[in-house]
């Protein structure tokens, strides 16, 4: 090839390099809410980033839901709740340690304490759903692999409901082709009813990985050409 020639080349490399970091960073290493029905509203930064006392998180009709740590590669086993029985704290299925997963936190707490309000949405993930906690003494444990910034007491918060005497419970169910449709409706008069649902992680290639396999595509094409055309440039035999 000829130096214009090569010169051409590195440009167009180049060009197709800084498409593929823009692709990288319009879709990070994340399984996050992707959508949502239902009194549900999406906060974009963890409440334990922006408050440091319970008693000063948002409030609202709706369920409030943000993501929390993402792309996690479990140092331990960590404990489940059984949606059937919120109660139960023992015995529990876990998701085993080694699994890489990420981290959604979904709360519900109206502003009008001592009245019984309810709250029902519909919550896509775009990892499926391997489990979810709903009780303070399940979700505390993992503070640290998925809210580090979390205030240490989380006293206030309450446990999701088992129907008592014909009352309404909170319920919780999984849903979609790949399991990663979550249905929750929470009862609530006066405690913050929490629950943290852990999603597979959505996996991505490396930047570099990335970086190289947009380039090596694009470069492959650019050469054949370029030899193509100087293979046509040489003479024929008689």
Do not use: C
């Not at 993501?67 to 704290?89: A, C, F, G, Y």
């Not at 109206?110 to 009780?135: C, K, V, W, Y």
């Not at 419970?169 to 405690?191: C, H, K, P, Y």
């Not at 380039?215 to 193509?228: D, E």
């Amino acid at each position: 090839m000829k130096i214009k020639e090569v010169q051409n080349t590195i440009v167009r490399v180049l060009e197709l390099a800084a498409v593929s970091a823009t692709i990288l960073a319009a879709h990070p290493a994340d399984a996050a809410i992707i959508g949502t029905t239902g009194q549900i509203e999406i906060l974009d930064t963890p409440i334990w980033e922006t408050h440091s006392n319970i008693a000063g998180i948002p409030k609202s009709t709706s369920f409030l839901a943000f993501d929390e740590e993402q792309n996690v590669s479990l140092p331990r086993d960590i404990q489940i709740s059984d949606p059937t029985n919120w109660d139960k704290l023992f015995d529990l299925d876990v998701i085993p340690q080694g699994s890489r997963v990420s981290s959604h936190f979904i709360y519900f707490q109206h502003p009008q304490r001592g009245q019984r309000l309810n709250a029902g949405a519909t919550i896509e993930f775009s990892g499926s759903i391997l489990g979810f906690m709903g009780d303070p003494a399940l979700i505390n444990p993992t503070n640290d692999l998925f809210a580090p910034n979390a205030i240490t007491s989380l006293s206030r918060f309450g446990t999701l409901d088992e129907v008592i005497n014909g009352s309404p419970r909170d319920m919780a169910t999984i849903t979609g082709n790949r399991g990663n449709i979550l249905e929750v409706n929470f009862t609530n008069q006066s405690s913050i009813d929490p629950m943290r649902v852990i999603t597979v992680a959505t996996p991505v290639p490396e930047p570099l990985t990335l970086l190289g396999t947009g380039t090596a595509l694009g470069i492959a094409p650019l050469l054949k050409r370029a030899y193509s055309k100087k293979q046509n440039k040489k003479p024929k035999d008689d």
